[in-house]
């Protein structure tokens, strides 16, 4: 049980064109979903908090209409990177849920791995 | 401010041996929530355990086994004859303020046959 998903698993773009991420819970529904991103060698890092049916909550610095989060059912949120650029190259993690408070376990997608050329 | 610390970077065992690999935690919370994670090469990251705060049994599953002391903020993790798929990222993870999960900068495993 627990399973996330995560399409698609790579991708590589060009600079100044846009990719969406989707990010699914396969057998349970998750209210809450988390958007990471994680560079080579280091830890992850939290870029938002999407939150079924309202706005998403994005950390400090992370350019909210840049990454673009929507959370439209609950076993679907979905990561936009708009205007891509090479320094938005990155490894994308998502995680949910499985109960409804915040201190429950998160389970994680497989990650997406996101090349800007 | 809430933290997590792996002070391992980087730890190389030959297989069969015994590792353990530290983790220690700042809070002022009084219930809080520890984690466990493995990330292998693949980059998913797996669960591995969680334990909260007023739980301090030591917990064993199979070769894996964690020991929680309060007392000196640790939940390190041990892994008993370890085996080369043992070899990841793993990462120490605590729940803080507004249901963030802060990370540890990771221990990364590698076991030699």
């Known amino acids: 049980g627990a399973v996330v998903s995560q399409h698609p698993s790579w991708v590589i773009c060009k600079s100044g064109t846009s990719v969406k991420i989707e990010c699914r819970s396969l ?21 938002a908090t999407s939150n079924e049916g309202s706005k998403a909550t994005y950390e400090q610095g992370v350019e909210k209409d840049k990454f673009l989060i929507n959370h439209a059912s609950l076993t679907l949120s979905t990561l936009t990177v708009t205007s891509a650029h090479p320094e938005d190259s990155s490894f994308y993690i998502c995680s949910a849920n499985t109960g409804t408070s915040h201190t429950d376990t998160q389970y994680f997608g497989p990650g997406t791995r996101l090349t800007v050329l | 401010a809430q933290k997590v ?28 929530y520890l984690f466990w994670y493995k990330q292998p090469p693949s980059g998913e990251l797996v669960f591995l355990i969680r334990r909260n705060s007023f739980d301090e049994q030591n917990e064993i599953s199979g070769r894996y086994s964690w020991n929680f002391q309060k007392s000196t903020s640790s939940f390190n993790f041990t892994i008993t004859a370890s085996q080369v798929v043992d070899s990841a990222v793993y990462f120490c993870a605590l729940y803080g303020e507004g249901g963030k999960l802060i990370f540890g900068q990771g221990t990364e495993l590698s076991v030699k046959p």
Do not use: G, H, N
């Not at chain 1, 057998?27 to 890092?45: E, H, I």
């Not at chain 2, 970077?9 to 700042?26: A, G, M, R």
């Open chain 1, 27 to 47: 057998d349970f529904q998750a209210t809450t979903m988390f958007w990471y991103r994680q560079f080579p060698k280091q830890s992850l890092m939290l870029m």
């Open chain 2, 5 to 32: 610390t792996q002070a391992q970077t980087e730890i190389s065992v030959v297989e069969k041996e015994d590792v353990t690999l530290d983790c220690v935690y700042e809070t002022r919370d009084t219930t809080y």
